[in-house]
């Protein structure tokens, strides 16, 4: 089993929807969690990151961490055409660049449609 | 804002060369990483460095070597490249949160 567990579409939704991009994760120590978008041919650049249990807005953005449930979704709401990208998951025991990696879940492709 | 460039966009090289893929981050950040990216596998860290001329291997540091002479530059070595190490490789540096390079696409014929 996989550390970290993502689902990886492709994700197909309307201008306009809400979007629920959700991982699992089996290592209970795991305290930051992390969302990442990449662009087609672009390195991955970090959206939001929220520590421990509970929601994190940023726009229309919305990060949420259950750790009870081992469980985090980003939300997206009003989506756009420039939301079409690569959603990738990323985790850690510290929120650090050090020895405590980040975890990253494969990765799911959302296509926003006009 | 921290810039990670990565030297090429795109490489093709042939089976048995010497591959070096270079790395130059601009925010004196000690850690450095390089990951390969793979169509349902994610990303998988191949090396890190967390200071000049040190490195720890990371999940798959088989064929790989890196070089970090000095504190902005992170180099990954492929000795003799082999077609399974067609990949898109990242680098990453990192002191809360990680940057991204833009990415090398390596294809080895």
């Known amino acids: 089993q996989k550390e970290v567990e993502q689902d990886p579409g492709p994700l197909s939704v309307p201008e306009g929807a809400i979007v629920s991009l959700n991982c699992t994760y089996s290592?209970?120590?795991?305290?930051?969690f992390m969302w990442y978008r990449q662009y087609s041919r672009k390195g991955p650049e970090l959206l939001m990151y929220t520590y421990s249990s509970g929601n994190k807005e940023d726009g229309r953005f919305t990060a949420q961490v259950d750790k009870s449930s081992k469980y985090i979704s980003l939300f997206i709401r009003d989506s756009q055409p420039s939301d079409s990208a690569t959603y990738l998951c990323?985790?850690?025991?510290?929120?650090?660049?050090?020895?405590?990696?980040?975890?990253f879940g494969a990765g799911t492709r959302l296509a926003v449609h006009p | 804002d921290v810039k990670v460039t990565q030297s090429s966009r795109y490489l093709v090289k042939r089976t048995g060369e010497k591959v070096f893929l270079e790395c130059v981050q601009d925010?004196?950040?000690?850690?450095m990483f390089w990951y390969r990216q793979d169509p349902g596998l994610g990303l998988r860290l191949i090396y890190f460095?967390?200071?000049?001329?040190?490195?720890e291997k990371g999940d798959i540091p088989e064929g790989y070597s890196v070089s970090r002479e000095k504190k902005e530059r992170f180099s990954l070595i492929l000795e003799s490249a082999s077609t399974n190490q067609t990949s898109m490789y990242l680098c990453?540096?990192?002191?809360?949160?990680?940057?991204f390079g833009s990415g090398t696409r390596l294809t080895v014929v």
């Open positions: 290592n209970s120590a795991f305290q930051y």
């Open positions: 990453a540096s990192a002191e809360q949160g990680y940057t």
């Open positions: 925010m004196d950040h000690e850690n």
């Open positions: 990323a985790m850690s025991e510290m929120f650090s660049g050090g020895y405590n990696k980040l975890i």
């Open positions: 460095s967390y200071d000049v001329k040190m490195k």
